[in-house]
Structure formats: C-alpha cells, structure tokens
C-alpha cells in the first residue's frame, strides 16, 4: 500500500496566492456554474429582448425623426428600461441566489469554506458576486449599450451632452435595484437548506409588501403609505434619481431609509447565518 | 518548527449558557496525536476553536506558534481539517471539488488541479474521480474529506472521527493512509475519536478528554505503563461485597463489554503470582468465588477507563 501512496503524494513546494482573493475563486466558480446551464443561458436572452426592442425604436427615430413623436428618445425611456428589467431581476434572483448559501447549508459546506483561509465575509463577497454579476448583466449592461446605440445610430454626441445625467442616473438606478435584491435574496439563502423554500419566501416578500401597499392605499385613498412595499421604494427612488416628477407621495429620504435598512437587515441575518459552526440553543 | 503543534492556556468554551471546555490547558506534541473522549466530551468543540470557528469565553489558543485570535488566517492556511459530518460543495465533481479546496487555500489554479488528482489517487479516489460527490457511497465521501483536507499540503491536519460510518475494510484503509501521512509524509496530526483502536493504531501521543477537562495525557507506551500490572478477573457471588474490597485494598476495578471486569494493580512492579494471590485472598474475604483470573496486558481502553474514572 505504502509503495503506490509514496508514488502519488509529496509536500508542496510551489507558490501561493496572497491571502484575500478566495472570493474571486468562489465567484467565478459559480458564474461557471450557471453558465453551464442551459435553462439559465435562455433566461439571460429572454432578458435581453427588451434591449433589442429599445435597439430598434432608438434605430427606428434616428432613421425617421417623425417617430419621435410617439416613441421618444429621451431619459424617460431610459428609466422605463430600468424598471422593465425588474422583472427579470426577480427571475435572475430566484434562480441563480435561491441556492447560493441554501445548497451550502444543506451540503454542510460552510464548514469546509471556513476552515481555509477566508473570512466569513469573503464568502459572502463571492456568493454576492455571482448574483451581482448576472444582475447587472440584466440591467446596467444592456441600458449602458443602450446609450452607445443611440450615440451611434445618431452619428453625434448631442444626446450625450443633452442628457448629461443620465448615465449617472443609469448606474446608480440599477447599483441600488440590483444590491437590495442581491442582498435581501443572499440574506434569505442562508435562512433555509432549501431553495424552494427560500423562492417561495422572496417571492412572497416581493408580492407581499406590493399587495399590502395596494390595501393600504385602498384604506387610505394615498399614496404616502408606499414606503410598505419594496418594489414601489425602489420606482420612488428611481424617479428621483432620473428626476422625474413622483408618482408616490411618500417622501424620497423615507424610501432610501427603508432600503438601507432592508440591506442592513439583510446584512446582519447573513452576519449570523454564515458561521463555520451551527449553535444550536 | 516547534515541539508542540498545537498549546491551550486556561482555555474556556460555552455554548450559551453550556459549557464545553472548561479550563483547559494543554500542549500537543508534533506528530500524531489522539484527542480521546466519550461522545460530548469537547473533542469536536476543541477543533472547531482552533480553527476559529468558536471564540473561546477564556483563554488563549495557539496552532503551530500562531495565536489563533490574532492570525486566523495564517493559522487555517497551514490546517487541514476533515470534520465530522458530511461536507462537500453541492454540483461538483470530486476533482473539481478538491481543486477548488486547493484554489481557496491560495493554490494557483494549474498547480490546484494537479494536487487534485494527486490526492484523489493517494486517498484511493483515482477512478472515481469525475464521479459526482453526492453519488459517492460513505467510505468515499469520508475519503474525500480527506483529500480536500491535505490538498493544499498542510502542516497541521485536523482529523474529526475519520474512520465514522465506514466498513471494516475501509477503515483499515483510512487508518493506513493516517498512519501513513504521520510517519511517512512528515504530517502533523490530530485524530479525534472515540474509537480506540484507531487511536492506538495511528497515534503516538493521546490527549483524553472528559466532561470539558483533559482527564490524562502522554505517550500511549507511558500511558499503559508496564506489563502484567493488570488483571482480566472473573466473579460469582456478592459481587458489590468483592468490589468494595478490592477498592479498600486500593485495586481499581472497570467492566468490560464482557463479562469479565480489568482489575489494575497500583504500587512498585511485584510477580504477577503475588498480585494474583493478593486478589484471591480477596475474593475470599468477600465470599466470591473466582471463575477466571488471567493476567493480562494494559490497552488505550484501561488508559482511558481510568482516566474517565469509568466504573
């Protein structure tokens, strides 16, 4: 036995890798992961399908500036794009972050990624990447491409300088949509050993809080109380941020408030969720 | 390196309001080392405090000179650790697996995927491979804790009840490669355990845990101590008559798993004959009559029965 075990293990004597980069390791792994699925890659195209029918209407006014008329160009298209790929924020959510940490728990996995050396917080880095990354690929990647379009369609810059901030508003729209998703979903996988579970429970909270906003409006006759449901902070905040005119009555520093504290909530479940070792009391 | 591998000073864990190690202060030599105790002695409790896992109410920690509060990190890059239960990343492949143990360890990726299949060659794992972890039967899912546990060459191996749920032939093989990673790869190990043949088997020095405290410690030879000072004793009678008599005269008595019960003998080393005649006398004393008297030699189980005052 000895004989063949002496051929096949030796010291290692090559070089390592500084410390603080597993969470490049973990995230690439899971990006790996999910595109190697099928059913994920025709999500992420469907997802991109509103970006080629804003393609063709940007198309369609440069090359006949009558159309503008009905299918305007201008930063208002640019935040219905933003709000339209919320839909598939959600899908993206549930598919690709329901088992980031879920199928770790249920795999007892944690203990085998905490006994090398990463902090517990690099952990949640990678697992956060991998969902941010798929987010943002749904969202802020397709709306930026969407600018450069316009810019080449028209042969010009004079959107652009028209329409300095929108691309500020853009990334900052999509950065806030896409971290409070990533974050309260993340802090949900770490609840359960099971993804259904954890689907059934971020797709309640989402319907949930937008179900009892639509009661409470109704009990009230205003708007004010929109702060209660998650999606409607998030347009409160994406109105200001594109600075339009609100179409809740709820102040924007209310909205703001209640996001950071979702993330902070988020943050703190994942803080004691995520440990090498399970105490049970 | 220094002589000890692993040194506790006054070292406190509690769960909540329980508490798992009471102030417990050790130093574990370099090489093999058994961590010894009944289930829920604080074997596992102690591991996962080196690691990190559980900050300890009291006390301080060191691994292989590092102080595990100051240098986690440092410390579980040098560690290996095989827990208990079942562990594995969800989706892989077991060389997948282990690469990507070896990469978050800070392997570069070439030289992670090369130690992969070394490894799972070593822990007999070679053919299986590309298999998926979750489809592997218990002995190979405790081999692969193995393998993702010295994938990265560690100094320090962290072994929690290695040889858990596998047959006889696989533990044997699990016992060798311990065996064989301590005295022939010049690896530093601790095997917790409550099984002691596997101990004995692989382990130089042993550790004895009861109840939170370290109970006994040394080399298993000096543990044992000499031949013949311990006795396989078989009763009929007033067998609690027989028993008080044999502590008055200051012999310990343990039962066994049989029916027999292992009487030690303290004192300076006489003729086995003397001891012999010394328990007869006894036995006559208390009305028993004996039934088997054979001297016999000490084992890790006589150790650890004394040490946990086990009656």
Same mark, same amino acid.
């Given at each position: ?281 | ?34 961590? !010894? @105790?009944? /289930?829920? %002695? ?8 080196? &690691? =990190?896992?559980? +900050?300890?109410?009291? $006390?301080?920690?060191?691994? !292989? @000179?590092? /102080?595990? %509060? ?8 040098? &560690? =290996?650790?095989? +827990?208990?239960?079942? $562990? ?18 800070? &392997? ?204």
């Amino acid at each position: 036995m000895s004989e063949i075990h002496d051929q096949t293990y030796r010291r290692y004597a090559g070089n390592r890798e500084p410390m603080g980069r597993a969470w490049t390791v973990i995230a690439w792994a899971g990006i790996r992961a999910m595109l190697a699925r099928k059913m994920f890659l025709a999500l992420m195209l469907l997802a991109w399908i509103p970006f080629l029918v804003r393609a063709v209407q940007i198309y369609a006014v440069t090359m006949w500036p009558q159309a503008r008329d009905f299918l305007p160009v201008n930063a208002q298209l640019f935040q219905r794009f933003v709000e339209q790929q919320g839909t598939f924020v959600f899908f993206i959510c549930i598919y690709v972050g329901s088992g980031l940490i879920a199928n770790d728990l249920r795999a007892n996995a944690l203990q085998i990624y905490l006994s090398k050396p990463l902090f517990r917080m690099e952990y949640i880095a990678g697992k956060l990447s991998i969902l941010l990354f798929f987010l943002l690929e749904a969202t802020l990647l397709p709306a930026l491409m969407l600018i450069a379009l316009q810019i080449a369609f028209s042969g010009s810059l004079e959107f652009f300088w028209n329409n300095l901030s929108v691309i500020p508003a853009i990334v900052l729209a999509c950065v806030i949509r896409v971290i409070v998703a990533a974050v309260s979903m993340l802090a949900l996988s770490s609840l359960s050993k099971s993804t259904r579970y954890v689907a059934v429970m971020y797709t309640g909270i989402i319907f949930f809080t937008e179900a009892m906003y639509g009661v409470l409006t109704f009990v009230t006759g205003s708007t004010r109380v929109a702060w209660v449901s998650i999606t409607g902070n998030l347009d409160n905040l994406t109105d200001a941020i594109f600075r339009q005119p609100a179409r809740y009555e709820t102040p924007m520093l209310v909205s703001l408030l209640v996001l950071a504290c979702l993330v902070v909530v988020s943050l703190s479940v994942l803080e004691r969720r995520v440990r090498g070792v399970e105490v049970v009391s | 390196m220094s002589a000890s591998s692993v040194v506790l000073d006054h070292v406190s864990v509690a769960y909540g309001a329980n508490t798992a190690l009471r102030d417990v202060s050790a130093v574990f030599p370099t090489g093999a080392v058994g961590l !010894l @105790g009944p /289930n829920g %002695a604080g074997k596992s409790t102690m591991l996962k405090s080196l &690691l =990190g896992f559980i +900050p300890p109410t009291a $006390g301080r920690l060191e691994v !292989l @000179g590092l /102080n595990v %509060a100051d240098r986690p990190l440092d410390v579980r890059a040098r &560690l =290996g650790y095989m +827990p208990e239960n079942d $562990g594995h990343i969800p989706g892989m492949n077991a060389v997948t697996f282990v690469a990507y143990c070896a990469q978050l360890a800070g &392997l570069p990726k070439a030289d992670a995927m090369q130690r992969a299949h070394e490894v799972l060659y070593y822990v007999g794992l070679g053919e299986a491979r590309y298999r998926n972890v979750e489809t592997y039967s218990t002995g190979m899912k405790q081999r692969i804790k193995l393998a993702q546990a010295i994938v990265h060459d560690p100094d320090l191996l962290f072994l929690d009840e290695p040889t858990n749920g596998m047959d006889p032939k696989g533990r044997d093989e699990m016992l060798a490669l311990v065996h064989d990673l301590a005295h022939n790869k010049g690896v530093n190990l601790i095997l917790s355990s409550h099984l002691l043949p596997d101990v004995e088997h692989t382990c130089d020095h042993v550790i004895v845990l009861d109840k939170g405290k370290i109970a006994t410690s040394g080399t298993i030879d000096a543990l044992k101590g000499p031949a013949g000072r311990v006795f396989e004793v078989r009763v009929k009678g007033d067998l609690a008559s027989f028993l008080k008599h044999m502590s008055d005269a200051g012999m310990e008595c343990h039962e066994t798993d049989e029916d027999v019960m292992r009487v030690f003998v303290p004192g300076p080393i006489g003729s086995a004959g003397d001891d012999q005649r010394r328990i007869c006398e006894i036995a006559q004393q208390s009305g028993v009559q004996v039934r088997h008297l054979k001297a016999s030699l000490p084992t890790l189980e006589d150790v650890f029965a004394r040490a946990i005052g086990e009656q």
